[in-house]
Nanobody, 124 residues
Framework: QVQLTESGGGSVQAGGSLRLSCAPS?????????VGWFRQAPGKEREAVATILRGSGKTFYVDSVKGRFTISQDHPETAVFLQMNSLRPEDTAMYYCAAGRGGTWSRAMFYDYWGQGTQVTVSS
C-alpha cells in the first residue's frame, strides 16, 4: 500500500508561484508507476493537471497549465513535484497527488493511490 503526502500549498496573489511536493511512503514509486496531480475546485469535477511516467520521465499536461506548470521527479528519493508559475485565480483548488500503474493519464480511475490534498488559493 502506497501512502502519499502532499505539501506546499498556500495562498498567493495572481502571477505568483508555488511548488507542490508529493512524498510516497517507505515503498516509494517503482518505475512502472505514473504519478499525477489532480485538482478540484468547489462545485467542479476533479481535473487532471499533470502526470509524469516514473520510468521514462515523459510528462503530460492539461492545456490550461501548459507553459506555466512543470511536473518533475526527484531521484533517488522518488518525490514528485509540481512547480506552478504565473498562477491565476482559476487555479484555485484542492490539489491531489495520485499514483497508478498505467492507463489514460487524465482519468482518475487509473490511479490507485491518492493523497489527502493540499489547498491552493490564488487571489486577484
Amino acid at each position: 500500500q502506497v501512502q502519499l503526502t502532499e505539501s506546499g500549498g498556500g495562498s498567493v496573489q495572481a502571477g505568483g508561484s508555488l511548488r507542490l511536493s508529493c512524498a510516497p511512503s517507505q515503498y516509494g514509486f517503482s518505475n512502472n508507476y505514473m504519478v499525477g496531480w489532480f485538482r478540484q475546485a468547489p462545485g467542479k469535477e476533479r481535473e487532471a493537471v499533470a502526470t509524469i511516467l516514473r520510468g521514462s520521465g515523459k510528462t503530460f499536461y492539461v492545456d490550461s497549465v501548459k507553459g506555466r506548470f512543470t511536473i518533475s521527479q526527484d531521484h533517488p528519493e522518488t518525490a514528485v513535484f509540481l512547480q506552478m508559475n504565473s498562477l491565476r485565480p482559476e487555479d484555485t483548488a484542492m490539489y491531489y497527488c495520485a499514483a497508478g500503474r498505467g492507463g489514460t493519464w487524465s482519468r482518475a480511475m487509473f490511479y490507485d493511490y491518492w493523497g489527502q490534498g493540499t489547498q491552493v488559493t490564488v487571489s486577484s
